[in-house]
């Protein structure tokens, strides 16, 4: 995916899940259920950006540590 395709989806993504946030702070009187909130969504965009950034998660972690455990089964350690 090129850059500008990328930066347009993570852009669109935001702006959707800040209107979506925006609105559910409609009303509030409570500087710190804002505050709370406002951490909580910049958090989980955070989460998302860096995902999207890196792409998949990839199970090659999991194979790799497998791999070593059934070395050192063998091994007899």
């Given at each position: 995916m ?23 702070q ?52």
């Open positions: 090129e850059s500008a395709d990328k930066k347009e989806e993570v852009m669109a993504m935001f702006s959707k899940q800040y209107d979506a946030w925006a609105a559910s409609e009303g509030q009187t409570s500087a710190y259920e804002y505050e709370r909130s406002f951490d909580e969504f910049m958090q989980q965009m955070g989460r998302e950006l860096l995902q999207q950034s890196v792409g998949q998660e990839s199970d090659k972690r999991k194979k790799k540590s497998t791999a070593i455990s059934m070395v050192y089964a063998s091994a007899g350690v």
